[in-house]
């Protein structure tokens, strides 16, 4: 594996992830998305009728794609929301199902 920017670090592991870079040690393997910096992180969960495509535990932001839970129909596109809850409806283009979208996002201080 090549070496990447801290940027590509950043965008990876968030701030714990630069630290780790500063303090000259490689970390990756141990650095996930939900394991981003100590200040202010994001928990995004999604309760029903979607599928989390990404989640940034430092901004809050986070894209979905609405998900039929009656048929396993997927939207071909996903939205993406920047730290704040979603609650709607949509009825399954396959199904007709009319499914709640209930995602839930909060933020823990450091
Ligand atoms: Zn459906």
């Not at 714990?16 to 141990?30: E, H, I």
């Amino acid at each position: 594996m090549g070496l990447i920017s801290r940027r590509e670090f950043f965008n990876v592991c968030g701030l714990a992830g630069v630290v780790a870079v500063m303090g000259g040690t490689a970390l990756l393997s141990g650095c996930t998305q939900n394991e981003a910096g100590a200040e202010g992180t994001y928990t995004v969960t999604v309760v029903s009728g979607a599928t989390l495509e990404e989640t940034d535990t430092k901004t809050g932001t986070y894209k979905y794609k609405r998900k039929c839970e009656a048929c396993d129909w997927e939207d071909k596109s996903s939205k993406t929301v920047k730290g704040k809850s979603v609650s709607e409806t949509f009825t399954c283009p396959q199904c007709k199902f009319k499914q709640n979208v209930v995602i839930n996002v909060s933020k823990a201080e450091k």
